[in-house]
Structures are given as C-alpha cells and as structure tokens.
C-alpha cells in the first residue's frame, strides 16, 4: 500500500464549479498534511497547511481533515482556468523530517 | 521573485563530468532539502540538512553528495551520473525541520547523456 494515494485524474471541472480533490494516507500516526499545486514544468508551490480534524478556509480554497479515515481532501471553490495544475498531497510522519507526497492529481478546469 | 534560488536552471552533462548544483535560500530558514523529481512523478526527498546536521535518504546513490557551506546553501555535487539520474532536481528550505511547509526553488533540470 502507497503510503499517500490520490486519484491520478485528470479531474475535469468546468468554470466557476468546485473542485474536489482526494487523499488517504497509511500512517496514522501522520501529523501534518499539506496540499502543494505544482504547475507544469514548474516547482511545487504550497497552498494549504491543516494539523487537526476539520475544515480549515483559505479565500477559495478548503482544506478538511479526518484523521479517522485518514483521509485529507482540498476543495477549490469557483474554479477558473488558472487553477488547471497538478496538486500534490503531501503528509509528515514517521519521523522527524520525512515529507511523503502523493502522486498527485491533475486538475483541468474548462472555460 | 522567489526565495530559493537555484543555479544553473538547465544542465547538460556526460556521464564522465563533475557538475554541482547549487542553491541558496533568503528566508532565514534552519532546514534545507533536494528532492528528485521525474516525470509525472512525485518530488522523492535525497538529503535533508536541519540544524547543521545531515540525513540522506539511504536509497540515493554515492554519486550524489551534498554539501551544506552554511545554513543558507546546499550544494550538490554530481559525479558520474546515468542516463536514469535526468530529473528535475529541486531544493527547498523550510522554517524548522519539523515541518512539511516548504518552499520550493524553480528547480535545476538535469540531462545525463
């Protein structure tokens, strides 16, 4: 079992529609989850930290944890093209440096 | 403008070179990181250097060496690579070593021929 999993997509979404990204995880010891948008041909950029159960916001952008499921997922509200990227899940656990990303998931946003 | 700069963006090597990328970051950062990153794959983490210690990931090979002159640089040197080492290499830096909120440079693209 992949220590992060996401669907490798492409997820599809048109203008101005949420998008809704997924991703479980292995360790339930895993302490800090983060979403990363990397666009093509660039470096990953981060755009969402969340530590404990629930929902946390950010403008367009929500970020909601269960840690009982072991499952994070990133919501993207009112879509625009610009948000076409591939988005990296990303967890912290197992020790005290050790980041583990997802495969991640590509995001076309339609116009 | 980004606060991890990376030199050069592009390299082209032989298999017999020595080559070093190098890396600085302006964030006053205690943590610093390569990663390895091939395509449509996720950024692999080689080297951490976090309050002026290193740790490797034992999978990367010796051919890989890092080199951290202060808390602000992390260079890595390369040194007979494969064809299979052309990545995207990239280098990060973060707040504390404790953390996975990192700041990535635009990364050095590597081409072994």
């Known amino acids: 079992q992949k220590e992060v999993e996401q669907n490798s997509g492409p997820l599809s979404v048109p203008e101005g529609a949420i998008a809704s990204l997924n991703c479980t995880y292995s360790d339930r010891g895993s302490q800090s989850f983060f979403w990363y948008r990397q666009y093509s041909g660039k470096s990953p950029e981060l755009i969402m930290s969340i530590y404990s159960n629930g929902d946390k916001e950010d403008g367009r952008f929500t970020a909601q944890l269960n840690k009982a499921s072991q499952y994070v997922s990133l919501l993207i509200r009112d879509s625009q093209p610009s948000d076409s990227a591939t988005y990296l899940c990303?967890?912290?656990?197992?020790?005290?440096?050790?980041?583990?990303f997802g495969t991640g998931t590509k995001l076309q946003v339609i116009p | 403008d980004t606060e991890v700069t990376q030199t050069p963006k592009h390299l082209v090597m032989g298999m017999t070179n020595k080559k070093s990328l190098k890396c600085e970051q302006h964030?006053?950062?205690?943590?610093m990181y390569w990663y390895k990153q091939k395509a449509k794959k996720p950024p692999e983490l080689m080297f951490v250097y976090s309050y002026e210690k290193l740790s490797i990931n034992e999978s990367v090979p010796s051919r890989f060496s890092p080199e951290c002159p202060n808390s602000s640089l992390l260079n890595l040197h390369l040194h007979a690579l494969q064809p299979e080492d052309s990545a995207l290499y990239l280098c990060?830096?973060?707040?504390?070593?404790?953390?996975?909120?990192?700041?990535f440079g635009e990364g050095s693209r590597l081409t072994v021929l």
């Open positions: 990303a967890v912290r656990s197992g020790g005290y440096q050790k980041v583990t």
């Open positions: 990060a830096s973060s707040l504390r070593g404790d953390t996975g909120e990192l700041f």
């Open positions: 964030m006053g950062h205690r943590a």
